[in-house]
């Protein structure tokens, strides 16, 4: 039983919230997807979207565990993650592997099932996702700026996903505020791991000491700003929002979101965790749930 609980830990399940990003091409193609005026429209792609989601769960529980697997020495000296399974030895390296090979496997079996012919585009995108997260865990996440921007692809390639499934184009700016909004997040969970390492960050994270102030700062305010701004120009410029410029009601909400961020950054001990801050920090929780709220009220009512 140990060994089982060891490796629903290393796959955690509890990442599987970015995986919602297969959906946003959806919400946002609402003029598209209910052109019909019947809500009865979106049923067909629940299942299409539901077995998407379930092949991104079992590919990004593949690749947590190779990267605890290739991570393993590393995490026995970092003060939080040396109780990770793999790196206890409550899970063998060769259990892990399998269950690895196995996860990638269903995942990409997944999406294979719901491409449609003759490009096969979503297997595609999973393979694609599959060798930037294997090079990134076997080399490339030692190499200082390009490790963040491998992981704010896997966030775009999600959202391509979604887009693709549904047969919707969704605006270019919406993939530009998922890539600016991915490394925000990714810096800052790297900004945080600084600042939280103690005097030896290097020994946790090859790049990490690369990522605490005053670059890491800087990088942050960079990469806020981009999240902001991006969103902004896709709140007015979108093909598929309302003329009269009411999703710009929800920009309140995103500038306080990006802010709250930066304030728990600098603050918070759970800041190592982007998805619980999301999930614990009140204030947060709540402007999220107000931008759903909200620009779900403009792209139904307009």
């Known amino acids: 039983?140990?060994?089982?609980?060891?490796?629903?830990?290393?796959?955690?399940?509890?990442?599987?919230?970015?995986?919602?990003?297969?959906?946003?091409?959806?919400?946002?193609?609402?003029?598209?997807?209910?052109?019909?005026?019947?809500?009865?429209?979106?049923?067909?792609?629940?299942?299409?979207?539901?077995?998407?989601?379930?092949?991104?769960?079992?590919?990004?529980?593949?690749?947590?565990?190779?990267?605890?697997?290739?991570?393993?020495?590393?995490?026995r000296q970092h003060p939080t993650k040396r109780p990770r399974p793999i790196a206890s030895g409550d899970v063998s390296l060769p259990l892990a592997l399998a269950a690895c090979a196995a996860l990638a496997l269903a995942g990409m079996v997944g999406l294979f099932a719901v491409s449609d012919a003759p490009y096969r585009v979503l297997a595609i995108i999973g393979v694609v996702y599959l060798l930037l997260n294997v090079g990134y865990s076997l080399r490339l996440k030692s190499v200082a700026l390009v490790d963040v921007m491998i992981v704010a692809a896997g966030y775009v390639l999600r959202a391509v996903a979604g887009a693709v499934a549904v047969g919707a184009t969704p605006s270019p700016w919406l993939y530009a505020v998922t890539a600016a909004g991915a490394l925000?997040?990714?810096?800052?969970?790297?900004?945080?791991?600084?600042?939280?390492?103690?005097?030896?960050?290097?020994?946790?994270?090859?790049?990490?000491?690369?990522?605490?102030?005053?670059?890491?700062?800087?990088?942050?305010?960079?990469?806020a700003t981009a999240a902001l701004v991006s969103y902004t120009l896709y709140a007015v410029e979108a093909d598929n929002l309302p003329d009269n410029n009411t999703m710009l009601l929800t920009v309140p909400l995103v500038i306080f979101g990006l802010f709250r961020y930066l304030y728990l950054l600098n603050n918070s001990r759970d800041a190592e965790s982007p998805e619980m801050l999301m999930l614990r920090d009140v204030p947060l929780v709540t402007a999220i749930f107000a931008w759903v709220v909200v620009a779900g009220a403009v792209l139904v009512l307009n």
């Open 184 to 223: 925000f997040i990714v810096i800052g969970r790297r900004y945080a791991e600084a600042r939280l390492a103690g005097p030896d960050p290097d020994a946790q994270r090859a790049t990490l000491q690369q990522y605490g102030p005053p670059v890491g700062g800087q990088l942050l305010v960079l990469s």
């Open 1 to 75: 039983m140990n060994v089982i609980a060891g490796l629903i830990r290393t796959a955690r399940p509890r990442q599987w919230v970015k995986n919602v990003l297969v959906f946003l091409p959806l919400m946002f193609a609402v003029d598209l997807v209910w052109s019909a005026g019947d809500l009865g429209t979106l049923l067909p792609y629940a299942p299409r979207l539901g077995i998407l989601f379930g092949g991104f769960c079992a590919l990004s529980s593949a690749v947590y565990i190779l990267n605890d697997c290739a991570d393993r020495h590393a995490d």
